[in-house]
């Protein structure tokens, strides 16, 4: 693999002191010494629960060259032991990830945000953009305190465009993080009732998520969602920040990227869209009304950040819902088959929404039912009780024949539900694992989906166990 930092560099960035027998320069960046890949450089950060230090020796073991280490800790390791010291492990990540931004001053950076939909774009962007030159961006969620820092540090130098997905769940935040990212564009998806246990209002959440426009590299652009009731007073947070430019995208007349025309495919979407002027035709190689708005939000950044456009708009072809965000597989029953939908990662009002409808679009066998297993969105405050029962609505909306609830706070929609659409409640969803394994039939369609900490994962992998998987093919319809 090719070298990604020269250790003088990484010393030089994080005003480290060398120690031991130590290599030109490392190939990645690790805080996981698990997955420590060969001749990276291990971070011994202090998380909540665990003290990397603790794993350094695993790390050398497993194939790091390096480890970073405090210096009040040196004392632990053999004199040999190839470490870069620092007075803070975390500091020292932050630094490198400052040093790493000021090395690709000549690409283009993008910032993404929002209540919902951050990754999905994030990785929309990787594809557009990387479809006219040298593309990195983050990988899977790395959004918080170390996240950002981590995601900025792998950043190769010769990069033409760099993605990173910048998220929060307090206010002051996005602060921090956005002012190392410095976006020349800046996206903020949408903004919807997430985190409200923290913030008591939907518009205390779109001040926190306007903290991203403090970072905006002069003369930068803010992209903003026209359709969302938070728009004007984003633009106005933006405005006051003295962001050079805001561009809005949506289905609203007075967007500057129109959603002109579109057609739900149960596995895709067809679209039309005037993207800041220019009509642009193209096809989104994943399901979802949700996705194709975001996708507006993904070519105007594209084309603020000097990319081809068309390019960029045919690369959305190749998009694919990433596991536990809408990943698809049919499961082979005894007798027939069925179509998994994996939306267990995280769960929120809006996402919630918008995962119901995509059931709702799902193809299903001649007897076949949409089913949907739901766990509790959390974070939600005094308000959750009747956010949850709310999603009777859409539920009904979209034809979903069976619910499945699980947690306290899915109660209250198990209880708004008419007793047709009921399909069974538990208190957790392990409980809800042997009900759902014995509903599933020839033809069916089923959507799990619940907050990360309502542990609905294991009825996705409960489910795969019982019924091998395989490629999703939605031809049952």
Request: some cysteine; aromatic content about 4%.
């Amino acid at each position: 693999m090719s070298m990604l930092w020269t250790l003088d560099d990484m010393a030089k960035a994080m005003r480290a002191t060398k120690s031991g027998a130590l290599p030109d320069g490392v190939t990645g960046i690790s805080i996981d010494s698990r997955t420590a890949g060969k001749g990276e450089a291990f971070f011994a950060i202090q998380g909540d629960n665990r003290d990397g230090h603790a794993f350094v020796g695993m790390a050398l073991t497993g194939g790091a060259s390096v480890a970073v280490v405090a210096r009040s800790r040196t004392v632990q390791f053999a004199p040999d032991a190839p470490l870069l010291e620092v007075d803070d492990v975390l500091e020292g990540l932050r630094d490198l990830a400052r040093a790493a931004r000021a090395r690709i001053s000549h690409a283009k950076v993008i910032g993404v945000t929002g209540s919902v939909g951050k990754t999905g774009t994030k990785e929309a962007l990787r594809l557009a953009l990387g479809a006219d030159g040298e593309t990195y961006a983050s990988v899977a969620s790395y959004n918080n305190h170390w996240g950002v820092p981590l995601s900025l540090s792998r950043c190769p130098a010769d990069v033409k465009y760099a993605v990173f997905e910048i998220g929060m769940n307090h206010p002051g935040e996005i602060v921090p993080l956005v002012a190392m990212v410095r976006p020349h564009v800046a996206i903020i998806t949408t903004v919807e009732p997430v985190h409200l246990e923290y913030f008591g209002s939907v518009e205390k959440i779109a001040d926190a998520k306007a903290e991203i426009f403090t970072g905006i590299e002069p003369g930068g652009v803010a992209v903003l969602n026209r359709d969302n009731n938070q728009y004007k007073r984003l633009a106005a947070a933006a405005k006051a920040a003295k962001v050079a430019r805001v561009v809005t995208f949506g289905e609203d007349a007075k967007a500057d990227s129109r959603l002109t025309r579109f057609s739900l495919q149960p596995d895709s979407s067809t679209i039309e869209a005037d993207i800041l002027g220019e009509h642009v035709t193209y096809k989104l190689g994943a399901p979802g009304k949700h996705l194709v708005l975001n996708s507006l939000a993904v070519l105007t950044a594209a084309a603020l950040a000097g990319a081809d456009l068309a390019l960029a708009a045919l690369a959305l072809d190749r998009l694919a819902a990433p596991t536990g965000r809408g990943a698809r597989a049919t499961l082979k029953l005894p007798v027939g088959s069925a179509l998994l939908i994996d939306e267990s990662y995280n769960a929120n009002p809006a996402s919630m929404r918008a995962a119901i409808a995509l059931l709702g679009h799902a193809a299903i066998g001649p007897r076949g039912r949409r089913i949907a297993v739901l766990g509790d969105m959390l974070e939600l405050g005094d308000q959750g009780n009747k956010l949850h029962a709310a999603l009777a609505a859409p539920i009904e909306a979209a034809g979903i024949d069976l619910v499945y609830c699980s947690g306290p706070q899915m109660r209250a929609l198990w209880e708004a539900l008419p007793s047709g659409r009921r399909g069974g409640y538990a208190e957790t969803a392990a409980a809800l694992e042997s009900p759902v394994l014995e509903a599933i039939r020839d033809g069916d369609a089923v959507m799990v989906k619940g907050s990360l900490g309502s542990k609905m994962g294991p009825i996705v992998k409960a489910l795969e166990r019982q019924f091998p998987k395989q490629p999703a093919l939605e031809a049952q319809s």
